[in-house]
């Protein structure tokens, strides 16, 4: 019976993303290039949406520059981020919207269980909603799992958390 098990997710930090869209929304207000183009960083915490405006497609581009930079800085990972289509929005803007993927989605859950079937550590991978636990017999393995993981690119930032042995 495997003792030892850690979890596998996917997880945002909303209050830094918080605090990440107010330092970019400060650096946008007084940027010289950035002024009357009326751009603006909209939080959706609930549905857990960005939208990003401005006046032109350049602008946006700038905007988009420094948000990334304030939420690298603020360990956000950017790897979570989906970018939608450019629209245009009312009167002369520009609109983006961006979603926070805060933890797996069952497709990526498969191909993360996948891969670690596939790698043939004598491993557990069972996906309990937005999250995988892999459990082994000892702690070499697990460490195993968690570096074959690391190496692996599914399209998320995977942090391994609840690391348990007996």
């Known amino acids: 019976m495997p ?3 850690f979890d596998v ?17 400060k650096e ?5 290039d950035l002024k009357d183009s ?14 990003l405006t401005s006046s032109d497609d350049f602008k946006l581009q700038a905007v988009t520059e420094i ?13 979570n981020l989906t970018w939608g289509k450019i629209t245009q929005a ?10 926070l993927i805060s933890g797996i989605p069952i497709e990526k859950a498969r191909d993360i269980n996948k891969s670690i079937k596939d790698s043939k ?3 557990q ?15 070499d393995v697990l460490q195993a799992a968690i570096a074959h993981l690391k190496k692996g690119d599914f399209g998320l930032d995977l942090q391994f958390i609840n690391f348990r042995s007996n």
């Open 67 to 79: 948000l990334n930079q304030k939420l690298v800085k603020r360990g956000v990972p950017i790897k």
């Open 125 to 139: 991978a069972s996906i309990n909603g937005d999250l995988i636990r892999i459990s082994g017999k000892d702690r």
């Open 28 to 32: 946008i207000i007084t940027r010289y």
């Open 38 to 51: 009326k751009s603006n960083i909209e939080l959706n915490e609930k549905d857990k949406k960005l939208t």
């Open 9 to 25: 997710v996917s997880q945002i930090d909303m209050p830094e993303v918080t605090n990440a869209i107010s330092q970019a929304m």
């Open 121 to 123: 550590l004598k491993v």
């Open 3 to 5: 003792d030892n098990s």
């Open 90 to 99: 009312g009167g002369s803007s520009v609109k983006q919207e961006v979603t």
